[in-house]
């Protein structure tokens, strides 16, 4: 996690007047904790995923319309079972427990878990015997996700059994007056179909929340937060990198402050193919948003002359993107704050994660502390789904809003060995066409990531009658909901082909295409 990103630190909405109803996630360290808060915010409703000791007092502050009990991977039964503090129940909030959170709820109010010593695992036959609250508009009989060893024997006083399976003999119970749930299924999870017709219940008719976390509420109330905090006449400046964050970040402070935000973009010369062009474009013509591109590419070239290890690589550009950053921000000394399009998912990932590490490149790490810079964080709230949702409510381009994710340092790193300007051209034209053909495909936006890579070797080849000794280039396909884990596409072959033909064809420097059919780990996503 980046120094500035404290989970936590930034304000609900909630805690503001006009803001939204608040679902805490109170997280035992469950594999879906995440899911969940996105499934309650898919209903409309704004959710965060909390500590879960976290203190009772700062959960009370944050004023929650309810809250939600995760999963976790323990028995309730273990020495150190992580456990809610009791006083929760006391706070008159609703609570759903969910697996591990459901048996903690049973346990502490009086009822029993039991352990099972057999675990139930995967699909599993819900059957409902009174729909009660929680499970109203199910059926008799509901697919549902299982994921336990132990499970609830006996529900506590004054709740009443909703559901059982084969192994779960109170698979779902409700306490209505007390406003307590708990279902042993996952209900955020896919494989239980009418899981978020029972968020729904929790939340609308438990809870009582109101609906309205939609791109254009949320717009409307970060634009008015970021108001809020610049003031009437104070500026910020912006580094753009041509993203969906960076430009939706960008497009939100613009209605919100106007000409006072200056956005500046350092075309370091290792973007895609015509790309730096479309976001000086986009901006200036589109957007009407003040843009200051710099033109750093010999610059960058400069640096990286007889540069072959990756990580010194990084460096450079890294170091460079942050001079040419600073030298422009300078320029702009009455500029207060600066606007980093910094996500949820960065807040709260621990700082071990590699895309901690990552965003401290990609969001200009150590500018904020050096140059005295107050943040503005826009998206920090938000998930990369609402991003793009934003992005479309806000009218950007597809491309823009769906584009793939694209390492800081570029095609730098895509390029095996010294990266000279003829190098980065071949890259781009090969690069150019595998994006071409993903995307008449239909099959860009199924893919986590899909670009070219250029190994600084030659081998031998026959065009016409002639042998050529000529680059290949290697094309990576992946399929993955983080970039954690990754698996190759599995393309198909006439898809591959076409590629694989015109590259060889169009790209004279080349002589030979390559599928990478490695899925990480072991491998990495990127070669560098
Ligand atoms: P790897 O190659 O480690 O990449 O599997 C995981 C994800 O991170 C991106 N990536 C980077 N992004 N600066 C960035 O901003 C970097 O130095 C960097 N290295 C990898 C990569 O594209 C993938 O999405």
Request: glycine letters at 8%; aromatic letters at 8%.
């Amino acid at each position: 996690m980046s120094e500035w990103a404290e989970p936590g630190s930034a304000a609900s909405p909630a805690e503001e007047d006009g803001g939204f109803d608040t679902v805490l996630v109170l997280d035992f360290g469950a594999q879906y904790g995440q899911l969940i808060a996105r499934r309650v915010r898919e209903c409309r409703v704004y959710s965060e995923l909390v500590p879960h000791d976290l203190p009772v007092e700062e959960i009370a502050a944050r004023r929650p319309k309810g809250l939600i009990f995760s999963g976790g991977p323990m028995s309730v039964y273990v020495d150190g079972a992580p456990r809610p503090d009791p006083r929760l129940y006391d706070l008159g909030i609703p609570i759903l427990g969910i697996c591990y959170g459901a048996q903690l709820m049973a346990l502490q109010l009086g009822g029993t878990v039991a352990k099972t010593g057999v675990r139930e695992f995967g699909k599993t036959t819900l059957r409902v015997t009174s729909n009660g609250l929680l499970l109203d508009g199910l059926a008799g009989e509901e697919q549902c996700w299982m994921s336990h060893g132990d499970a609830i024997a006996a529900a506590p006083e004054g709740f009443s059994t909703l559901a059982a399976t084969d192994r779960a003999p109170v698979a779902a119970m409700e306490d209505r007056e007390r406003g307590f749930y708990a279902v042993q299924f996952h209900p955020e999870v896919v494989h239980t179909p009418r899981g978020i017709d029972v968020l729904k219940n929790f939340l609308y008719e438990a809870c009582d929340c109101t609906p309205n976390w939609t791109p254009a509420s949320i717009i409307e109330e970060q634009v008015r937060r970021i108001r809020e905090q610049v003031g009437l006449t104070d500026k910020a400046i912006l580094g753009l990198s041509g993203g969906v964050d960076s430009t939706v970040a960008a497009v939100l402070v613009h209605k919100a402050i106007g000409e006072r935000l200056t956005c500046v973009f350092v075309d370091q010369g290792m973007m895609r193919w015509k790309e730096a062009e479309n976001v000086i474009e986009m901006f200036t013509r589109h957007l009407g948003i003040p843009l200051v591109a710099i033109d750093a590419k010999q610059r960058f070239l400069d640096k990286l002359v007889g540069v072959t290890d990756p990580e010194q690589k990084r460096k450079i550009i890294g170091e460079e993107f942050i001079r040419c950053f600073e030298e422009e921000a300078r320029k702009h000394s009455d500029a207060r704050f600066l606007v980093q399009g910094t996500l949820y998912s960065d807040v709260i990932e621990s700082g071990t994660r590699q895309a901690a590490k990552i965003k401290s490149h990609h969001n200009v790490g150590g500018l904020p502390e050096k140059m005295g810079f107050e943040l503005v964080e826009p998206l920090r709230l938000l998930f990369k789904d609402e991003v793009r949702a934003i992005g479309e409510e806000l009218g950007l381009p597809e491309r823009i809003v769906w584009r793939q994710p694209f390492p800081g340092p570029g095609l730098g790193i895509r390029i095996i060995g010294e990266i000279t300007a003829e190098r980065v051209d071949i890259l781009q034209r090969a690069d150019a066409i595998l994006q071409d053909e993903v995307k008449k495909a239909g099959l860009y936006r199924e893919l986590w990531q899909c670009f070219a890579i250029l190994p600084v070797i030659r081998s031998v080849g026959v065009q016409g009658d002639e042998r050529t000794y000529a680059y290949p280039i290697a094309i990576r396909a992946v399929t993955s909901d983080d970039a954690m884990t990754a698996d190759w596409a599995r393309l198909p072959y006439d898809l591959l082909e076409k590629v694989s033909s015109r590259i060889i064809n169009e790209v004279p420097e080349v002589n030979r295409v390559v599928y990478d059919i490695s899925s990480k780990p072991p491998s990495t996503i990127e070669w560098e």
